[in-house]
């Protein structure tokens, strides 16, 4: 990448992967007069699918995620494309030259995108970020992550189904969430053209309460997908069922299906645990 004066040069990366550290090399001590504009453009124009503002939301994650925000900036791609910044960090006392950044691309018609792949649940508002940053902590072993928030089902409320919202039919079903927790945005692989395209999808699983199927009521899987533009289309068996039908009617009718999908599943899984208790007991 080509070093270009009175800017600052934007390494970073759009992957998959949920977080993503970038460094911000200074090319020049010297900003141009309209980088402040293009920030302030972002923020008051970009808005949720909620019609939540940056703003608004970044005050939101950083009271419940390990989320401190730094430096707003503008930089310059090497197709000269404009990228406004903002840096965070997890810690107060980071001191690392490493910060994480979210971006925001500012296209030639004044079209302002997400950029950056690990934050795209921004898009689905500040709950939606707030737990797809918390989950990753949960992932990276950082200590203190805030579990209570994870698992409460009223934040994931911008879930929704024919029967209502997700953190409604949850808590109705009297569901509680475990881990894992997946709030993520999935680009679709360049490679691969016939899979489906970028989506966000959320997976949780869940012990319920109630009568039913032990496959559903312990460590039952949840998982919906949403693509732009569409509505929330669930994925799992229990998805499906959750989207169908109100709490209380869940397991009425198991289709046989399902029972035989999910039992092959459980005996495989059960299987591969049996082989490895046998392959970790030391031979004599």
Known sequence: MNKMSGRRVLWFCLTRSLICLVGLAATSNNVRANDSDLVEQVKSTWRAQDGETIEHIISKVST????????WGVAEGIDRTEYVYLSWTRHQNHKSDEQYVITWKIAADGTIEVASTYAKPIELGWRALALSLIASEVTDGEKDANLHFLHDPVNFNFVTTAQG???????????????????????????KPAEKGDLWRVLLLVNCNIPGPHYFTRNGVITFEKSEGQDWAPQSFFAK????????SWFDRIEPIERETLERAQKASANGRTEQDRTAVPSR
Do not use: M, W
């Open 241 to 248: 069922r959750i989207a169908a039908f109100p709490p209380g």
């Open 165 to 191: 919202k997700l953190s409604n039919l949850l808590q109705h079903g009297r569901c509680t969430i475990i881990e894992p927790v997946e709030v993520d945005y999935v680009p679709k692989p360049n490679d």
């Open 64 to 71: 419940v995620a390990q989320f401190v925000p730094r430096t």
